[in-house]
């Protein structure tokens, strides 16, 4: 088996099927310091595009990619060098966010069209990860940005918190009223990071929150690691393996 993780349901995945005797490799991209690290096997960096993921494959018997729903890049390799290898794939994606009744949500394609729907927003919670926020380096608000780890470049002034969630409902209404945002900018990302949502419907401040990008044509989806081990019980090791 190889997971290709860096998510809580890849790391969930991982401790499963390792339970379920099988030999299971977790690869990580190696972008984030002191990862929470899998059951199994791991592995960290890029393969070299689909032609290395192809070569890796040759040892694997199932893919599951459970990478995170912004990884679109990874998640097309992933589609491509299973078609070219034969290797069944299963793409582990968590439900996106529904929106409820108080919510003042704008949905905009990509990062770089959030930064062009912050209206007359002039405190402005960043919660994109690292990823993106060059996009609003030059615009004329005041940005606190929440990452991991330090992106490359922050707005004039910004204010940056490094941390990782998921974050408490309290913490998120203290951290929206203590600096006073008036627009909050996330991606729908889905799971255990909404509570920074409902903070902002209970001030009654908007959302500008970015669509993930679309799945390749015809790959498997599962919603849950339950959905991911069941598909992994229905499909037996290649001959030979």
Known sequence: MLVLGGTAEARELAGVLAADGHAVTTSLAGRTRDPRLPAGEMRTGGFGGVAGLGRALAHVDLLVDATHPFAATMTAHAAEAARSTGTPLL???RPGWVEQPGDRWIRVPTTAAAAVALGDATRVFLAIGRQGVHH??????????????????LPPGAHLLLHRGPFALD???????????????AKDSGGATEAKLVAARERGVPVVLVDRPALPAGVAVGGTVGDAAAWVREHPARPGG
């Not at 609003?136 to 470049?153: K, Q, S, T």
């Open 171 to 185: 913490d998120e209404r203290a951290l929206l009223a203590g600096h006073n945002i008036d627009l909050v900018v």
């Open 91 to 93: 793409v582990l994606r």
């Open 136 to 153: 609003f380096a030059g615009l004329d608000v005041v940005a606190l940005v929440r990452a991991i780890e330090p992106p490359d470049e």
